[in-house]
């Protein structure tokens, strides 16, 4: 039996932004800065793990990620 959990679900910052209720550009501050983490296979592409990033901003902000419908 395989045991392997699934690969996260990656996305690219205009689907992170909108999944957190916030801006492209508050996004690119948290890249910028250092806060948030990702991936970047190229200098042009950014990835993200929401899962994980939402997790990082309630751990260092208390931040809540807005609900979406």
Same mark, same amino acid.
């Given at each position: 039996?395989? !045991? $392997?959990?699934?690969?996260?679900?990656?996305?690219?910052?205009?689907?992170?932004?909108?999944?957190?209720?916030? /801006?492209?550009? $508050? +996004? !690119? @501050?948290? +890249? *910028? /800065? =250092?806060?948030?983490?990702?991936?970047?296979?190229?200098?042009?592409?950014?990835?993200? !793990?929401?899962?994980?990033?939402?997790?990082?901003? $309630? *751990?260092?902000? =208390?931040? @809540?990620?807005?609900? @979406? /419908?």
């Amino acid at each position: 039996m395989n !045991d $392997t959990a699934p690969a996260p679900a990656l996305v690219r910052k205009k689907k992170l932004a909108q999944v957190l209720g916030v /801006s492209a550009r $508050t +996004v !690119d @501050t948290w +890249v *910028a /800065s =250092g806060v948030i983490p990702y991936l970047a296979p190229s200098s042009r592409l950014h990835l993200f !793990d929401p899962v994980q990033v939402k997790a990082v901003l $309630t *751990a260092k902000f =208390g931040f @809540t990620p807005k609900a @979406t /419908s």
